[in-house]
């Protein structure tokens, strides 16, 4: 992958505008800071390598040069678009499990924000807002995906086990711009039903673990265990618990175990 087969692979999608690095530190930060500067809607930053991708929290994110997709994407939502924010996780993971099915996978997502393939990490999503006093500016939808083998990290370093497209598929994946073009034609068909019922319904559909026993394990140490039952109309997680009540998990520091 290099800026001109990029280009040209993306050319038919109205970018607001391309960055390209052969390695930076991470595609979110380099969003964000542009973002802030006044960056158009669906700008875009993509990296070969990312020396300091992060997760959620700061958890580090692997992206080794040549076999990874690693991009940031800038959205300027519209004032329709304000309520419905929440979604936007689900929107992205919706479009990078697309992208994994018309590759003739079956991808699942991992609420709130990884994509499964055969029960394994493929990629993992992070969404940051720029504030401007209590409203977002603007949006930036970071996304990892692993292709090439070498894009998994290894094993010990992991708390969920990993894997790339190339193992999944067992042949040779796409190139990874092609794969990004099928991400973001997916992204742009979503995003005008971020307000609508439909999009919710997919991603429950699409997510993994469907009404089996799973245990939410919270950063503050405390666990919660139920039968995964569906999403709240902004993206919250409901669980159904053992006296058959309603627990509603949001968004935050939360992890998502199935119960063996
Ligand atoms: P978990 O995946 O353990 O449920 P999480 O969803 O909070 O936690 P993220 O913030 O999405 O995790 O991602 C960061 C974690 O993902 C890292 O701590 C590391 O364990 C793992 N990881 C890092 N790079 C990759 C990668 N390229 N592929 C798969 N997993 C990765």
Sequence with gaps: MNETSLKKSLSKLNLGGLRYFDSIGSTNDEALAWAAGGANDFSLVVADEQTQGRGRLDRKWFTPAGSALAFSLILRPSAPELPHLSRTVGL??????????????????????????NGKKTAGILVETVWAGDEADSLVVGMGMNVYKPSVPPMDSLHFPATSLENELGNEPPAREQILREILTAFLSWREKIGADELVQAWEEMLAFRGEQVQIQSGGGAHVTGRLDGLESDGSLRLRGEHDNSVIIRFGDVKLRPIA
């Design 92 to 117: 992205a993971a919706l479009s990078a499990a697309d992208s994994c099915l018309k590759l003739g996978l079956a991808p699942r997502i991992k609420w709130p924000n990884d994509i499964l393939v």
